[in-house]
């Protein structure tokens, strides 16, 4: 079975300061989805970004980007230009492709819990 | 377009009852997924309803069950409820069938279930 690391319980940062957020997993698969979700205090799950194993490329979407790293099973999340309302538990999930039959599901990590310093 | 509704937002059952939980995916949406989240056991799937059908289940006991319907409207249903069943219950719906190329789960507001 799959597993999702996230190793950093709570991280903080200035406002207007970088951070990048780890997170690692294990797999046998070759092919798969990994997932940077977010949840602030109201608990709606957000999707702040997605990556497909077999893309070289690293995901970006406008101040969220990651670093896919396929060999060392590494896929951290880097938040430029943190702004208050990135305050949040931030949720690393990976997801087999269809076809791998009862793996389909989402598997998330524990969850980093971020906070922003004004 | 509306997003992923879920109802009640929130919830208090005693222990020995049932309860039924409701989502409404995104227009358009035939697959929901069920997770519940609790503090010690973090994020777990549940089962996932596609067509009316589920496709896919946790490890969780015979008390948990789901549906769908034609309308791809998915209730939840716990039934002998335990103290441990107090959790914040997520749905999420999806185009196509999770873990499908391009697919992406959008998540609801979540119903919070306390157990007394």
């Known amino acids: 079975a799959q597993t999702v690391t996230q190793s950093q319980p709570e991280m903080s940062v200035q406002e207007a300061e970088t951070v990048t957020l780890s997170c690692t997993y294990d797999t046998s698969e070759s092919d798969y989805y990994l997932f940077w979700y977010k949840q602030p205090p109201s608990r709606q799950m957000i999707l702040v970004i997605r990556?497909?194993?077999?893309?070289?490329q690293n995901a970006t979407e406008n101040r969220f980007s990651v670093n896919f790293q396929k060999a060392a099973k590494s896929f951290s999340l880097k938040i430029s230009d943190s702004q208050l309302g990135d305050a949040a538990m931030y949720f690393c999930a990976y997801r087999s492709p269809r076809g791998n039959f009862g793996n389909e599901k989402l598997t998330f990590g524990t969850g980093t819990r971020l906070t922003i310093i004004p | 377009k509306a997003g992923v509704t879920q109802t009640p937002r929130y919830l208090i059952k005693t222990r020995g009852q049932q309860v039924t939980l409701s989502c409404s995916p995104i227009s358009g949406h035939r697959s929901v997924s069920w997770y519940q989240q609790t503090p010690g056991q973090g994020l777990q799937f549940l089962f996932e309803?596609?067509?009316?059908?589920?496709?896919n289940k946790g490890n969780f006991p015979g008390r948990f069950s789901g549906r769908q319907f034609s309308n791809s409207r998915s209730e939840m249903n716990v039934s002998t409820l335990e103290l441990g069943d107090s959790a914040l219950y997520l749905c999420?719906?999806?185009?196509?069938?999770?873990?499908?190329?391009?697919?992406?789960?959008?998540f609801g507001p979540g119903t919070r279930l306390l157990v007394l």
């Open positions: 990556q497909e194993a077999y893309k070289q």
């Open positions: 309803y596609f067509s009316e059908t589920q496709r």
């Open positions: 999420a719906s999806s185009l196509g069938l999770a873990g499908s190329r391009g697919e992406t789960q959008y």
